[in-house]
């Protein structure tokens, strides 16, 4: 069955780096573009990040861009977040996401000192 597995969130202090992981399994990888949603407590869930399926584009929400860096390993089926420069407003549950049906179980990152 379709599993997208995230991993790599934590507590990190302002200013700190956290990379997540999307590990996905029961379907063709290669063909989906992935993203990076997250949702912060009280609020809607917004996009974060995307990158196509061949991997040469990715696209950032203007409030990460510069700091966040999409990209993925289409050998080991794993997308990844590297995420700089954090922010206490960047807490929350990040998601990945495969093509438009499939959705990974999320991982929490707090910054916080």
């Known amino acids: 069955q379709v599993q997208l597995v995230e991993s790599g969130g934590g507590l990190v202090q302002p200013g700190g780096s956290l990379r997540l992981s999307c590990v996905a399994s029961?379907?063709?990888?290669?063909?989906?573009?992935m993203e990076w949603f997250r949702q912060a407590p009280g609020k809607e869930r917004e996009w974060v990040a995307r990158i196509i399926s061949g991997g040469s584009r990715a696209y950032y929400a203007g409030s990460v861009e510069g700091r966040f860096t999409i990209s993925r390993d289409n050998a080991k089926n794993t997308a990844y977040l590297q995420m700089n420069s954090l922010k206490s407003e960047d807490t929350a549950v990040y998601y990945c996401k495969a093509g438009m049906l499939y959705w990974g179980q999320g991982t929490q990152v707090t910054v916080s000192s």
């Open positions: 029961g379907f063709d990888f290669l063909s989906y573009t």
